[in-house]
T-cell receptor, first 113, second 112 residues
Framework: DVKVTQSSRYLVKRTGEKVFLECVQD?????MFWYRQDPGLGLRLIYF???????EKGDIPEGYSVSREKKERFSLILESASTNQTSMYLC????????????FGPGTRLTVL | GQQVMQIPQYQHVQEGEDFTTYCNSS?????IQWYKQRPGGHPVFLIQ?????EVKKQKRLTFQFGEAKKNSSLHITATQTTDVGTYFC????????????FGKGTKLSVIP
């Protein structure tokens, strides 16, 4: 079974802190994604990566950056956390061929105080 | 950019009643996917539809893709409490990409 793991299930940070959210997948997927999920807004794409060291902005990249140094790991960075970044963050990965099914991690619920 | 609209946002049904959620795209889709997210969980892939007019069934769930490939629906017959959750449709985000554009989801509550 494909496994996508995220470093924390719950995280509480203070305004202005630098925050790292880690995502690891174990199926050699080339494409990885970071979403945030907010009530009534659905899933919104922050950034995605189609290869090591490659990244593309999604729909809401402002206030975020990403890092993909290894194929299995995709990190989301909040350089200076703000209260409006309180949200559920979901990582996903995908095969490069065949079904385009996205496999999601369990999510990190981040609260910024 | 492409938009995927999904209605209704919420649906409360009595156990045993049927449920339908609808998805509409502003552009023609090469395929459409459906995901289910249980309360406290993460989205899990249910199915992908590719062909115009395609209909697929998974037990009590029926998925349809419109003839024009711009709309889709998920119908659940005789809902059960295990059907509770949010159902999302998603279409490809762009040509040649593996991005998905998700609808905002329909949250289903089932009253026992």
């Amino acid at each position: 079974d494909v496994k996508v793991t995220q470093s924390s299930r719950y995280l509480v940070k203070r305004t202005g802190e630098k925050v790292f959210l880690e995502c690891v997948q174990d199926m050699d997927h080339e494409n990885m994604f970071w979403y945030r999920q907010d009530p009534g807004l659905g899933l919104r794409l922050i950034y995605f990566s189609y290869d090591v060291k490659m990244k593309e902005k999604g729909d809401i990249p402002e206030g975020y950056s990403v890092s993909r140094e290894k194929k299995e790991r995709f990190s989301l960075i909040l350089e200076s956390a703000s209260t409006n970044q309180t949200s559920m963050y979901l990582c996903a990965s995908i095969w490069t061929s065949g079904y385009n099914e996205q496999f999601f991690g369990p999510g990190t619920r981040l609260t910024v105080l | 950019g492409q938009q995927v609209m999904q209605i209704p946002q919420y649906q409360h049904v009595q156990e045993g009643e049927d449920f339908t959620t609808y998805c509409n795209s502003s552009t023609t889709l090469s395929n459409i996917q459906w995901y289910k997210q249980r309360p406290g969980g993460h989205p899990v892939f249910l199915i992908q539809l590719v062909k115009s007019g395609e209909v697929k069934k998974q037990k009590r769930l029926t998925f349809q893709f419109g003839e024009a490939k711009k709309n889709s629906s998920l119908h659940i017959t005789a809902t059960q409490t295990t059907d509770v959750g949010t159902y999302f449709c998603a279409g490809p985000g762009g040509a040649g990409s593996y991005q998905l554009t998700f609808g905002k989801g329909t949250k289903l509550s089932v009253i026992p």
